[in-house]
């Protein structure tokens, strides 16, 4: 346990020297030697699965028990959604909720209480989370649900692991009649008509995302596609298999890229090559759900591209009051400060998970990467989340890494309520992360 290795997040950013500890039995996160923190597989960006001490749940990936008449599985917390996929598809179910990658573990996306494109009908996964079996601080195990201890259960759910580790969850997966996703793909020209088509449209079908040209300004600001799907029933799959499953990431980025590679100019031109890749207007297609909930799974390691100093990927939520005038004034201003972003997506949010440090409120989100290239880009960002905060909106935790804590405090009106639920399971502190200590999360 005392051997320190280098440690990241997805962004690269920061880097921490950490002794890792891997959990193989739920024993082992009871003798888990304080102050520590349960890790998943690393795919939050910036430094809540960071801590100079953790204990990577990675090989607990074992399935519990699976009711077939309700779609209720049981499985340990280290078990990724890919593997997840893998076992329940077949069965015809899918993940209820699931963010845009399939590597994140069960607990990952608990911890971050974490949102897919069907958010605004569906809500996060915690709707999803039937239990949860955990271990707290004083090594005992306690099961929490709605109604058996509630206030840990809502703390848990985008707690980031503060509150103790998840060993195992009861999700309610959906049902599907196949493994592909009917698309219909609307091009937009201008901001107003991507937020118009986004709240227009979002009734109408479960899943809903908006791809946005970043490095747009002026009358072009916030063109992009917005990308709504269902998922496709057994009759409209043209005679293909209704099952398949996608093998994991058919290209790699073996290395680092030099930071100069992805500059202004050139990812402006691969930005108006895939804008224009699509000459009508609206488009319909059948499409496996690899690429079309995980496009970036298919290159492995594409957080390299962004060279050494890696990135931070920026994620706010806005209420709707004011979210379309909000969200324009933050892609204008990344787009005029040259702060290369190819990646600009745009979600709506429906209402709230009772969650105490959960991210989505109803409005718009919005996310995108920032390169890491020079001093000035983490007080631009400050300043930007300085406008977030006048808007009632948030920064996403499992993005973060840069957040102040009088920022924060602002953002999440329900901290107090968590830190007290927090205090009641964990009197002494044992659950920490850099990113708790930097927001004071305590
Ligand atoms: C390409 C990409 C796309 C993404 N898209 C989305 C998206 O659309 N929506 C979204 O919501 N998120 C998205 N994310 C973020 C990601 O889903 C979350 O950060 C998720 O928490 C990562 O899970 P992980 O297993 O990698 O956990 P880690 O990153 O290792 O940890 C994240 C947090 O969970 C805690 N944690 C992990 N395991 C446990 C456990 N067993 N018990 C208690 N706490 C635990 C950690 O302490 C930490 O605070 C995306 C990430 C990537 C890389």
Redesign the pocket.
């Known amino acids: 346990m005392d051997k320190k290795i280098a440690t990241a997040?997805?962004g690269l950013y920061p880097l921490v020297a950490a002794s890792v500890q891997r959990a193989r039995y739920l024993s082992d996160l009871g003798s888990a030697a304080p102050p520590i923190?349960?890790?998943?597989?690393?795919?939050?960006?910036g430094d809540?699965?960071l801590y100079e001490r953790v204990v990577s749940?990675l090989p607990l990936k074992h399935l519990l028990d699976f009711d077939g008449q309700r779609g209720l599985l049981r499985a340990q917390?280290g078990i990724t959604l890919a593997e997840i996929i893998r076992f329940a598809l077949p069965r015809g179910f899918f993940p209820p909720v699931t963010?845009?990658?399939k590597f994140?573990?069960l607990?990952?996306?608990i911890?971050?209480d974490?949102?897919?494109k069907n958010h605004h009908a569906a809500g996060s996964i915690a709707a999803f989370v039937e239990s949860l079996d955990m271990v707290l601080a004083d090594g005992s195990p306690v099961r929490c649900s709605r109604s058996q201890c509630a206030d840990l259960f809502w703390a848990t759910l985008g707690g980031?692991?503060l509150t103790g580790?998840?060993y195992a969850a009861t999700l309610r997966l959906k049902k599907v009649s196949s493994a592909y996703v009917r698309q219909r793909t609307i091009k937009t020209a201008s901001w107003a008509e991507t937020c118009r088509v986004c709240t227009e449209t979002q009734h109408q079908y479960t899943y809903s995302v908006a791809w946005i040209d970043g490095l747009q300004t002026g009358r072009h600001l916030g063109r992009g596609h917005v990308l709504l799907g269902e998922h496709a029933s057994a009759r409209e799959l043209e005679g293909k298999p209704p099952f398949p499953i996608h093998g994991d990431g058919r290209w790699a980025v073996p290395f680092f890229l030099p930071g100069g590679v992805l500059n202004s100019k050139s990812l402006k031109a691969f930005n108006a090559l895939y804008y224009h890749r699509q000459v009508r207007r609206s488009t319909e297609a059948l499409v496996h759900y690899d690429p079309y909930f995980y496009p970036?799974d298919s290159v492995r390691g594409w957080n390299r591209l962004y060279g050494r100093r890696g990135f931070l990927q920026y994620q706010v939520a806005v209420p709707y009051t004011d979210g379309a005038e909000v969200v324009a004034d933050l892609l204008g201003r990344i787009a005029r400060r040259g702060v290369a972003s190819p990646l600009a997506v745009l979600k709506t949010f429906g209402p709230p998970s009772e969650g105490l440090l959960s991210f989505p409120i109803a409005g718009y989100t919005l996310a995108l990467d920032i390169p890491l290239r020079d001093f000035g880009t983490i007080p631009f960002l400050r300043a930007l989340n300085k406008t977030v905060v006048e808007a009632k909106g948030r920064v996403y935790l499992?993005k973060d890494a840069i957040l102040e804590r009088e920022d924060f405090a602002a953002m999440y009106p329900q901290l107090e309520k968590f830190k007290a639920v927090k205090r009641k399971y964990d009197p002494e502190r044992r659950f920490r992360?850099c990113l708790s200590d930097r927001l004071g999360i305590t």
């Open positions: 997040g997805w923190l349960p890790q998943g597989n690393c795919r939050s960006y809540a699965c749940t917390a963010p845009g990658t994140p573990t607990g990952g996306c911890a971050a974490v949102h897919g980031m692991g580790f998840i970036l499992a992360s």
